[in-house]
């Protein structure tokens, strides 16, 4: 157990629909970072959050969004949903500064749309 | 742009042998480079990491092996287990600017008995 917890475990919707996936970081950890995880893309970087600040922005559709609030929790909005957004997403958490690099998994968000 | 290959795609091994997988990168701004496990089902979990400045680091029966002038680091699992059969993920990171991980495209290592 990694210490990143990640709610829904899955989450079944259907096309046009919005979600929000939630990410609790490890106890210290002020980084979270969002990867979405499919078959035909592998692991892909979405985003990372530091301490509420947006740090950096990876390959994130302008249909998805996300923030990190002040208790350093952090939401991944996806809006507008197609069928190729099915795919597992997970959170990562890092501990300060922001140069650090060992980032610690959350165990997913499973997203199917139908 | 694959910035980290990974090979190979899958990679059987006896019990007791020894797997090795490989990475492959080309930014030469990477500066560090770890190893994740994954299980079905569940999240990646961090195995053992390396930055450049060393040419191995070992960690019980798992050495990364690193070489910055081929541009290629390898991870080695010695007396491999069948607990050890996972999908084995390699990454690198920049410190410039951005932390984020790029991923290579995964190992799914079997051990057989």
């Known amino acids: 157990d990694s210490g990143v917890t990640q709610t829904p475990k899955h989450l079944i919707t259907a096309t046009g629909q919005r979600v929000t996936l939630r990410c609790s970081p490890r106890s210290g950890d002020l980084s979270v970072y969002w990867y979405q995880q499919s078959l035909d893309q592998g692991l892909q970087f979405l985003i990372h959050y530091y301490n509420g600040e947006e740090r950096a922005k990876g390959n994130i559709l302008e249909r998805f969004s996300a923030q990190q609030f002040p208790d350093l929790h952090s939401e991944l909005n996806l809006s507008s949903l197609e069928l190729g957004d099915s795919a597992l997403y997970f959170c990562?958490?890092?501990?300060?500064?922001?140069?650090?690099?060992?980032?610690?998994f959350g165990p997913g968000t499973r997203l199917t749309v139908t | 742009q694959q910035q980290v290959k990974q090979s190979p795609q899958s990679l059987i091994v006896q019990k007791g042998g020894i797997s090795i997988i490989n990475c492959a990168y080309e930014n030469t701004a990477f500066d560090y480079f770890p190893w994740y496990q994954q299980f079905p089902g569940k999240g990646p979990a961090l195995l053992i990491a390396?930055?450049?400045?060393?040419s191995e680091k070992k960690e019980g029966r798992f050495t990364i092996s690193f070489n910055k002038s081929a541009k290629q680091f390898s991870l080695h699992i010695m007396d491999s287990q069948p607990g050890d059969s996972a999908t084995y993920f390699c990454a690198a990171a920049s410190n410039f600017g951005n932390e984020k991980l790029t991923f290579g495209t995964g190992t799914r290592l079997t051990i057989i008995p």
């Open positions: 390396i930055r450049p400045d060393v």
């Open positions: 990562a958490s890092s501990p300060p500064p922001p140069g650090r690099h060992e980032q610690y």
